[in-house]
């Protein structure tokens, strides 16, 4: 994320909790003196968010020092100790909940993230998130799947062609919704890539037909018939050199992940990764 973009988040995050001051930090604590503050693991997982917290305290209070221990991708223990800061005891206490926040909620992502993706790392099939994030905070958690070792889907709606159920339906149907979608990029010079989600063996062959995808989706199959759709589909390359790539997607739980993996599929979406994940417990304790 840039840097602007990323202190564009973190005064609004500021603004949100401080507005006209921290009055009680202000009323008990004198304005000069100095502390050092520590974070502190209370939960086994993966960390992610160091680098924000890092942003964090530098855009806050520049002479703030950040004595940094472990980084963002590490696998952590309870008792770890990821940072310590050492500056005005004002300026961590506004800090903490803030800096708090936004690295528990990043490294629930990479913890569950690690987890769905450890199950499957035997298979040449890839964990992906969804656009199903925390409204301002997406490129956060999106940055998060891939430090627990996941893959990003599309960021959003601009920077790739993803065809669903209501696209085709309110297109005409899966020949339309392609051959509108190629044609649209053509006429608009945009190099994007075209999926398009398939919801039975008919419209896949149909999506085949065309040419067109570059991936095609299984929205809500079992695995029996995701088994027979990537015979279907690796069949077809071989008749007609050109491959696509398949994705599984919808009410895929952990417990029934590495089923579809096994099925041979390229990519499991999973939008539990980013839209109900459990917090990795931390805390920002004075260092006496």
């Known amino acids: 994320m840039k840097t602007e973009d990323l202190n564009r988040l973190i005064a609004l995050w500021f603004e949100e909790d401080i507005r006209d ?31 924000v917290a890092k942003a964090i305290v530098a855009y806050f209070d520049p002479d703030c020092r950040f004595e940094q221990l472990l980084h963002d991708g590490d ?39 690690d987890r769905y993706q450890s199950l499957i790392a035997d298979t040449s099939c890839h964990v992906l ?15 998060a799947v891939l430090i627990g070792g996941g893959m990003n889907h599309r960021i959003g709606l ?8 209501n696209h085709v339906d309110f297109a005409g149907g899966i020949t339309a919704a392609l051959t509108r979608a190629r044609d649209y990029c053509t006429a608009k010079g945009k190099d994007l890539r075209i999926e398009i989600e398939t919801r039975n063996e008919e419209e896949i062959r149909e999506a085949l037909a065309t040419r067109i995808p570059d991936r095609i989706m299984l929205d809500n199959f079992t695995p029996e018939r995701t088994r027979a759709a990537v015979r279907l589909i690796r069949d077809w390359e071989r008749d007609n050199d050109k491959h696509i790539e398949i994705e599984s997607s919808g009410g895929i739980t952990i417990d029934t992940l590495r089923d579809y ?16 994940v459990k917090s990795l ?6 260092v006496k």
């Open 21 to 51: 001051g921290d009055h009680t930090s202000l009323s008990c604590i004198p304005p000069t003196q100095m502390g050092c503050q520590q974070l502190i693991l209370k939960d086994d997982g993966i960390i992610a968010g160091i680098e």
């Open 75 to 113: 696998r952590v223990h309870k008792g770890d100790i990821a940072f310590r800061v050492y500056g005005k005891e004002l300026s961590l206490l506004q800090i903490e909940r803030t800096m708090l926040n936004i690295m528990q909620r990043m490294s629930g992502i990479a913890t569950t993230t």
């Open 129 to 143: 998130d969804t656009r199903k994030t925390t409204p301002g905070l997406r490129y956060l958690e999106k940055e």
């Open 158 to 165: 601009f920077d790739m062609i993803l065809l669903k159920d």
């Open 261 to 276: 993996a096994l099925c041979g599929v390229d990519f499991i979406s999973v939008g539990a990764l980013t839209h109900s």
């Open 281 to 286: 417990d931390m805390s920002f304790k004075a």
